[in-house]
């Protein structure tokens, strides 16, 4: 069936406006505020199985991969599970040894990626249980998974993936919260957990208020040749995320790196030419990546931040700041990709790029 773009000039512009509606989707009859839970109802798991999760691996591939190491710290931090992410290209040919009671989460937007499905097939096939976190509902990988969760973001027609990116955060979180309720976390951390994750489409909502915004920080910074993006905890999935949207639609190279990790070399790059862009919001790490800001601003870099509003200091050091709401940290990496997906669309226009069908990509790869 032909989706419109219902007054969009592209359908990445249109999904990445649609992310308050897709996230409300994603949580949409999950939230068991009684319980201070979270349900699903396609896991296909006994109680049994449950409770004995001793690991999960998180696999996938691309903008899917990244959603994995966000769900990583989600899972690590509420359920105390011990989470492996791994690309699935990788995983299939590896044969590492998994341990009894892993679950093995194949995480895809289309549900047809070639590795990801061969290495959902070759863990299942080694007796683990497998899942498929997927959005295209009766996809190859949702049929050969044991059970999973649907993403329902709607489809994604922009080879760039954003909405399914930060659905793929919001189920993880969801998840996260499901497996912790099982084991040690009590009533009063599930109810707040869930009170974030509520809080999302709203704080994306206002997060997309920075479009006009962005669009003159892209005249600025559109002839770059090179970008850095740089991020800390939840956020330094982020900075992988926001390096390879730029990549991707506008073919300008761009590295993402954990912003303490500059000092091992990144930082070598930076010039007056080379721009960076710091995902900076409110929480623990906000000092320390402040540090590393004023490093690369010493050395003459301009700098790009993604900061909350009322942030005080921010302006005294990044040459350029782009508000969003200050949002819990569990919600932090779907509320900050935003402006970076904003970025990348308008660098690529401005550069004459086709933004929905970049050159050598495909939306889907179901081939090695
Ligand atoms: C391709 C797409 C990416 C996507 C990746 C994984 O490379 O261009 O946008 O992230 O495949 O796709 P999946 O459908 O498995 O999430």
């Known amino acids: 069936?032909?989706?419109?773009?219902?007054?969009?000039d592209h359908y990445m512009l249109k999904e990445i406006y649609e992310q308050p509606e897709s996230l409300k989707n994603a949580m949409r009859g999950r939230l068991d505020e009684e319980n201070a839970t979270a349900v699903f109802g396609g896991l296909n798991l006994t109680p049994q199985q449950l409770r004995s999760v001793e690991r999960i691996i998180l696999t996938?591939?691309?903008?899917?991969?990244?959603?994995?190491?966000?769900?990583?710290?989600?899972?690590?931090?509420?359920?105390?599970?011990?989470?492996?992410?791994?690309?699935?290209?990788?995983?299939?040919?590896?044969?590492?040894?998994i341990e009894n009671n892993t679950l093995v989460f194949g995480i895809t937007q289309s549900g047809e990626t070639a590795d990801t499905l061969a290495a959902l097939?070759?863990?299942?096939?080694?007796?683990?249980?497998?899942?498929?976190?997927?959005?295209?509902?009766?996809?190859?990988?949702?049929?050969a998974a044991?059970?999973?969760?649907?993403?329902?973001?709607?489809?994604?027609?922009?080879?760039?993936?954003?909405?399914?990116?930060?659905?793929?955060?919001?189920?993880?979180?969801?998840?996260?919260?499901y497996f912790g309720r099982i084991r040690h976390l009590?009533?009063?951390?599930?109810?707040?957990?869930?009170?974030?994750?509520?809080?999302?489409?709203?704080?994306?909502?206002?997060?997309?208020?920075?479009n006009e915004h962005v669009k003159t920080?892209?005249?600025?910074?559109?002839?770059?040749?090179?970008?850095?993006?740089?991020?800390?905890?939840?956020?330094?999935?982020?900075?992988?995320?926001?390096?390879?949207k730029l990549k991707e639609i506008s073919y300008v190279h761009a590295e993402g790196y954990p912003a303490a990790e500059m000092k091992h070399g990144p930082i070598a790059l930076v010039d007056e030419k080379t721009p960076s862009v710091f995902i900076?919001?409110?929480?623990?790490?906000?000092?320390?990546?402040?540090?590393?800001?004023?490093?690369?601003?010493?050395?003459g870099g301009p700098i790009i931040a993604v900061a909350s509003k009322n942030d005080p200091h921010i302006e005294a050091v990044a040459d350029d700041v782009i508000h969003i709401p200050?949002?819990?940290?569990?919600?932090?990496?779907?509320?900050?990709?935003?402006?970076?997906?904003?970025?990348?669309?308008?660098?690529?226009?401005?550069?004459?790029?086709?933004?929905?069908?970049?050159?050598?990509?495909a939306k889907s790869v179901t081939v090695e």
């Open 60 to 97: 996938g591939c691309g903008t899917s991969w990244h959603s994995a190491l966000v769900g990583e710290y989600l899972i690590e931090e509420l359920a105390r599970i011990p989470v492996c992410v791994e690309y699935a290209s990788e995983l299939r040919y590896r044969n590492p040894p």
């Open 217 to 244: 920080v892209a005249e600025k910074y559109k002839d770059a040749t090179n970008i850095l993006y740089l991020g800390r905890q939840y956020n330094f999935p982020t900075a992988l995320e926001g390096a390879l």
């Open 186 to 210: 009590s009533f009063e951390a599930g109810r707040n957990i869930i009170r974030d994750l509520q809080q999302a489409p709203g704080a994306v909502q206002e997060a997309l208020n920075c």
């Open 146 to 177: 044991d059970g999973g969760v649907y993403l329902h973001a709607g489809p994604e027609i922009g080879v760039a993936s954003t909405k399914a990116y930060t659905s793929q955060c919001c189920v993880l979180a969801m998840l996260a919260l």
């Open 280 to 299: 900076i919001p409110q929480g623990t790490t906000y000092d320390k990546v402040m540090a590393n800001m004023e490093e690369v601003k010493a050395r």
């Open 1 to 8: 069936e032909e989706v419109s773009l219902q007054g969009y």
């Open 326 to 361: 200050d949002v819990p940290a569990i919600i932090q990496p779907i509320v900050s990709v935003v402006p970076l997906q904003l970025l990348s669309y308008h660098i690529a226009l401005l550069r004459g790029c086709d933004v929905d069908k970049p050159r050598n990509l």
């Open 121 to 143: 097939r070759e863990t299942k096939r080694k007796g683990h249980r497998t899942l498929a976190l997927c959005n295209v509902v009766g996809s190859s990988i949702a049929q």
